[in-house]
């Protein structure tokens, strides 16, 4: 059965740090990858996602990831941290034979020290 | 657009009343998702639609819980009786296509059941 696994429970960087999130997951057949974030109290906002092609993908509010099919990551990116990214993090999974069912990580709670 | 909308935003009930959780999903999106959030099991999706029909259910975790989809617009998930483990974040959530599309969250339904 397809499972997405985030280790880190919680992170705290500096703002102005380097931020990566990571996301393994386990799926035999061809992946959509999904990162999602949610603000306290709120519901979740899409960052970026892939689905074929070039493996580097650009979402919104500065951040990347990169698919790396031989190690099953897709792990979350952003060079510079800035106190509004403080929020959780879920990374997600779909595929082609799922339907439209998105499994979800337990999320990465992130916090940014001034 | 206005984004999924879901009512209430915040319910507290007492164990055994009828929950009754509404979703309007993004205009001329085929596939309405009800996703639960727990501290304990994360994300979990509950079952999904397609066209207004219920193509899986198997994450429902038990008889007290029906969710309809009368038409297009509209869907319903109830909870008959309601527990105190109901107590959770209930997302209802759209998209235009299963494969890989993003999935649009509502701002959840914070359900407590005292």
């Known amino acids: 059965a397809q499972s997405v696994t985030q280790p880190d429970i919680h992170i705290t960087v500096s703002e102005g740090a380097s931020l990566e999130l990571r996301c393994n997951y386990s799926y035999g057949a061809t992946p959509y990858l999904f990162w999602y974030v949610q603000s306290p109290g709120q519901g979740l906002q899409l960052l970026l996602k892939?689905?074929?092609?070039?493996?580097l993908v650009q979402g919104i509010k500065g951040f990347e990831a990169e698919f790396k099919r031989s190690q099953s990551s897709f792990n979350l990116r952003k060079p510079s941290v800035h106190w509004s990214d403080a929020a959780e993090y879920f990374c997600?999974?779909?595929?082609?034979?799922?339907?439209?069912?998105?499994?979800f990580g337990q999320g990465t709670e992130l916090s940014v020290k001034p | 657009d206005a984004g999924v909308i879901q009512s209430p935003r915040h319910e507290v009930t007492e164990m055994g009343q009828e929950v009754t959780l509404r979703c309007k999903p993004i205009s001329g999106h085929d596939y309405l998702f009800w996703y639960r959030q727990t501290m304990m099991r994360g994300l979990e999706l509950l079952i999904y639609?397609?066209?207004?029909?219920?193509?899986?259910d198997s994450g429902m975790p038990e008889d007290r819980f029906s969710a309809k989809m009368p038409n297009a617009s509209f869907s319903t998930l109830k909870i008959q009786p309601s527990e105190p483990r109901d107590s959770a974040v209930y997302f209802c959530a759209s998209s235009l296509r299963p494969r890989g599309d993003t999935i649009y969250f509502g701002e959840g339904s914070w359900l407590t059941v005292v």
């Open positions: 997600a999974v779909g595929a082609d034979n799922q339907g439209g069912k998105l499994i």
């Open positions: 639609f397609n066209n207004n029909v219920p193509i899986d």
């Open positions: 892939y689905f074929s092609g070039d493996t």
